[in-house]
C-alpha cells in the first residue's frame, strides 16, 4: 500500500512536472538573484551564502505546501485514501515521502551548484548539501500539519505561511548554521547532531498531527 | 452486519436528523431517500467513518466503527459525489492504483477486464481528463468490482450515467448482494435492483 501510494504520487507529479519545476527554478532563482545584485564582493558572498541558500529553500518548499493534499482533497481521491485499511500514520508517511521526493530532492542537489557562485569552498558545498538532506525532511513533515490544517480554507496560502514559517525557524537556524561553521571553518557536526535529533522528533510526532488534522479537514 | 443506533447529525448550527435507527444484514439493500440537503451525504460520511455522528453510533459486527478504526476501512468500499478520479492519470491507472493502494492489488489484464465490462475498452489507456462526466463514474464505479469488500456505500452513483450504465450499475450491485455483500444507496431514482431483502431509510427533519 505505501509502495503504490508513493508510486501514484510520483506519477501525478511526473506528469504535471511545470508544478514541480516551477518551485525549482524559484529556488535556483532566488539564490541566483544574490550574487548578481550584491556584486564580487568574495568575502560579503561568502557570508551571506548560508542564510540565502536556506530561506530559498524555506520560501521554496512553502511554496509546494499548496499541493501536498489540494489535488487529492479536490478530486475526492484523499477520501478514498484514508479509507484505506491502513493507519493513517502510514498513509500521511508514504504522503509526506513523495512530497519531499518531488519538491526538496531537487533542491538538495542542485544547491552545492548555486553555491559555486558565493565563491566556496568544496567543503563548504558538501556542508551545504549534507544540512539540506538532514533538514528538507523536517520541512516536508512540519509543512504536512500546515497543509493539513489549512486545507479547503479561502486563504490557505498566505495562513499556511503564517502556521508554518515559525515552526521551520529552528531548522533554519541550525541549518544555516552548519553552513556557517563549514565557512569560518569551524566544526559543524553539533549542528548536524542537533539537525537530526529535530528529523527524528518531527517523524514521530509530525505524520500524526497531520492525520489528526487531516481527519478534521474532511469532515 | 451494520447497526446504526439513534444516530443525530448536526451540520453548523442545523440539525439535519436525529433517532435515526436502521441495522443492513448480508443480502440487504438499503436505500436512503430524503429531499437535497436533509443530509443523505452527510449520514453515508458518519457510515464510512470519514465523519463523526453528533449523538448515536454506528457498529459493525457489534463493534463501534470508531474503535475498529482500518479494520472497517478494510471491508468498505465508497463512491461519493467526487469520483476520486485523477485527470492526469488513464482509467487503468487509476483502477490499478486505487486497489493497491486500498490493499488488493490487480493486474492489468484483471484490470482491462473490469473496464471492458463497463464499456471502456476503448478508453481505458486514455488520460482521463479527456473522460466525459459519466465515463469517470463508470471509472469510479469499477473499483467496486475490483474491491472485496463487504459492504459498498453508494453516494448517488447513478447521476450521469446513461441508461444502459444505470442497468449495468444495478446488475452487477444485485450481484453483490445476492454474494452476501451489503450495500447502502442514497439515490432519487427508483432502483431497479433485485436483492433479497430491502429497506428504505427516509431521512426526515
Known amino acids: ?219 | 452486519m451494520l447497526e446504526v443506533i439513534s444516530l443525530g447529525c448536526i451540520r453548523g448550527d442545523r440539525r439535519l436528523f436525529k433517532d435515526l435507527n436502521f441495522s443492513a444484514d448480508r443480502g440487504e439493500l438499503i436505500e436512503v431517500r430524503g429531499a437535497n440537503g436533509s443530509g443523505k451525504t452527510s449520514l453515508l460520511r458518519i457510515l464510512c467513518g470519514l465523519a463523526q455522528p453528533a449523538e448515536g453510533e454506528v457498529r459493525w459486527d457489534d463493534q463501534n466503527i470508531r474503535s475498529l478504526g482500518e479494520e472497517y476501512f478494510g471491508s468498505l468500499a465508497y463512491i461519493a459525489h467526487q469520483n476520486g478520479v485523477k485527470d492526469e492519470l488513464t482509467a487503468i491507472e487509476n483502477l490499478r492504483i486505487a486497489g493497491g493502494v486500498a490493499g488488493n492489488s490487480l493486474g492489468e489484464r484483471e484490470a482491462q477486464e473490469i473496464l471492458a465490462r463497463l464499456g471502456l475498452q476503448k478508453e481505458s489507456y486514455l488520460p482521463s481528463r479527456f473522460l466525459s462526466a459519466g465515463q469517470r463514474r463508470r471509472v469510479a464505479l469499477a473499483r467496486l468490482l475490483a474491491t472485496k469488500a463487504k459492504l459498498w456505500i453508494l453516494d448517488e452513483v447513478l447521476t450521469s450515467l446513461d441508461t444502459s450504465a444505470i442497468d449495468l450499475s444495478c446488475q452487477f450491485i444485485g450481484e453483490h448482494l445476492s454474494a452476501g455483500g451489503m450495500a447502502i444507496i442514497a439515490t432519487h431514482h427508483d432502483l431497479k435492483i433485485c436483492a433479497a431483502a430491502m429497506q428504505r431509510v427516509e431521512i426526515t427533519t
Not at chain 1, 501514484?8 to 550574487?35: E, G, K, M, Y
Not at chain 1, 568574495?42 to 530561506?55: D, T, Y
Open chain 1, 1 to 219: 500500500m505505501f509502495g503504490w501510494l508513493v508510486r501514484r504520487d510520483l506519477i501525478l507529479a511526473w506528469r504535471r512536472r511545470a508544478d514541480v519545476l516551477a518551485t525549482f527554478f524559484f529556488f535556483v532563482l532566488v539564490v541566483s538573484l544574490f550574487p548578481l545584485s550584491i556584486g564580487p564582493e568574495r568575502e560579503l558572498l561568502r557570508n551571506i551564502a548560508p542564510g540565502v541558500v536556506w530561506v530559498a529553500a524555506l520560501l521554496a518548499s512553502m511554496l509546494s505546501l499548496g499541493r501536498f493534499f489540494g489535488n487529492d482533497y479536490q478530486d475526492g481521491s484523499l477520501e478514498q485514501i484514508m479509507l484505506t485499511p491502513q493507519p493513517h500514520y502510514l498513509v500521511v508517511l508514504a504522503k509526506i515521502l513523495s512530497h519531499w521526493v518531488i519538491s526538496e530532492v531537487p533542491l538538495i542537489i542542485v544547491a552545492p551548484v548555486l553555491g559555486v557562485q558565493f565563491g566556496l569552498s568544496q567543503n563548504t558545498l558538501g556542508v551545504i548539501a549534507l544540512s539540506l538532506l538532514l533538514g528538507t525532511p523536517i520541512l516536508s513533515l512540519i509543512g504536512a500539519i500546515g497543509a493539513a490544517l489549512t486545507l479547503g480554507l479561502r486563504a490557505a496560502n498566505v495562513l499556511v505561511a503564517l502556521l508554518v514559517l515559525p515552526l521551520y525557524i529552528p531548522v533554519l537556524i541550525f541549518g544555516a548554521g552548519a553552513v556557517s561553521a563549514s565557512v569560518a571553518g569551524l566544526d559543524t557536526q553539533p549542528y548536524f547532531l542537533l539537525l537530526g535529533a529535530m528529523l527524528v522528533l518531527s517523524l514521530v510526532f509530525a505524520p500524526w498531527a497531520t492525520s489528526a488534522a487531516l481527519r478534521i479537514s474532511v469532515e
